[in-house]
């Protein structure tokens, strides 16, 4: 079994409350850490649909769990019921392999990326980027939020580039390498496949990414009206992805990322569109947040902002809400979604929703996602 920091069960804990903002009425949140019921009734009271946690699985549920692995699925087995997609078919549909296989069929990846099996094709690969000016970056087959890569400048790999990539090499291991591009837009589209009938768009949420490409919240509307120029491509090619993945036999939550970027060469001045940045099957930041467009009003967006708590001044979830409240003082509403304190300890890292009082630019970033 997987060993998991203490660091990490903490966030884990923390980010359990997140479910309520994309619940239905009646649903129950999983948490064996202790959650006020104060948190969800402020949550009701704003707008979202009323739940409760539960620290004990009980057969009479049905499991909506965030992803599949064979320990959720053991899970799932053992106390509630639930039907789950073959487990081998989300690792395949999940790993960069197959994405990447996806925009080769599409012609939709970005130039000069390329999988590599061996130092020597990583070094190749490596020099080919360089040549053409550009930085480089080397993905491992299975990565998310900034991790598991590793960014490099010039032909040459370094000693510690080259100890990183052999370790993920080994036992038949393979490796991703592109140029590093200035990402002008970010999207993240959902879907959810049915095991029956045709996947389903559900919307798509901007991402907010800090320097490093580090995920750091999303901007949602009540309607799909900004960016619309890109809008019509991205989802015509991310509905042929769904369509190719549930023929896989995958049924669940679907996230895929998307990018405009800026040619890394130089030589094309239009920005370009990369529509399969990553496949995600399993739930996404960006599906719970579409949850939230049921708190805006005709023609509003709103930013859903996730990080260390902007005042240290909170002592409970009200005093939280206030505080928070005075850091956004042109907004029309502004909740806190995440507790105060999880299992009788003060969250560190939060989230909360803004919503404008009218549509508002959003932050463009120059870094990336894997």
């Known amino acids: 079994m997987q060993t998991v920091s ?5 966030l884990n804990a923390e980010r359990a409350a997140n479910w309520a903002i994309c619940a239905e009425h009646g649903d129950l949140i999983w948490s064996v850490d202790f959650i006020a019921d104060e948190f969800f009734e402020r949550l009701e009271a704003a707008g979202l649909p009323r739940v409760r946690t539960v620290s004990a699985p009980s057969r009479d549920l049905r499991a909506c769990p965030w992803g599949w692995d064979s320990q959720v699925a053991q899970l799932v087995a053992d106390f509630v019921s639930g ?79 080259s100890n990183w990539a052999r370790r993920r090499l080994q036992h038949g291991g393979v490796l991703f390498v592109e140029p590093w591009v200035q990402i002008l837009h ?31 919240g999303s901007v949602v509307a009540c309607d799909s009206g900004n960016d619309r120029q890109y809008h019509a491509s991205l989802v015509e090619v991310a509905q042929q992805v769904a369509d190719r993945i549930q023929r896989l036999g995958y049924f669940g939550p679907l996230g895929i990322d998307a990018v405009v970027y800026h040619d890394p060469s130089g030589r094309n ?31 509003e967006q709103a930013r859903w902002i996730h990080g260390p708590w902007p005042t240290s001044n909170a002592t409970d979830d009200q005093s939280l809400t206030r505080e928070l409240r005075s850091t956004e003082p042109t907004a029309r509403l502004v909740i806190a979604t995440t507790p105060f304190a999880v299992g009788h300890q003060p969250t560190q890292h939060g989230t909360w929703f803004v919503v404008e009082a009218c549509p508002a630019p959003t932050r463009t970033t120059t870094g990336r996602r894997s």
């Open 186 to 216: 970010e999207w993240g589209l959902q879907f959810e496949i049915p095991r029956l009938g045709s996947p389903a768009f559900l919307g798509l949420t901007r991402l907010l990414t800090d320097e490093a490409g580090r995920y750091c």
């Open 83 to 161: 039907d789950r997609p073959a487990l081998d078919v989300v690792e395949r549909v999940n790993s960069r392999r197959f994405s990447f296989g996806l925009e080769c069929d599409l012609s939709t990846g970005l130039p000069w990326a390329t999988q590599v099996d061996s130092i020597e094709d990583l070094a190749k690969a490596v020099r080919s980027i360089a040549r053409e000016g550009c930085r480089w970056v080397a993905k491992a087959e299975f990565s998310m939020s900034a991790r598991e890569r590793i960014i490099g400048v010039g032909p040459q790999l370094s000693e510690n580039e």
């Open 269 to 299: 001045a239009e920005p370009q569109l990369r529509p399969i940045q990553d496949i995600n099957a399993r739930y996404t930041m960006g599906r719970l947040c579409l949850g939230l467009r049921r708190l805006l009003q005709p023609g």
């Open 6 to 10: 203490r660091r990490l069960q903490r």
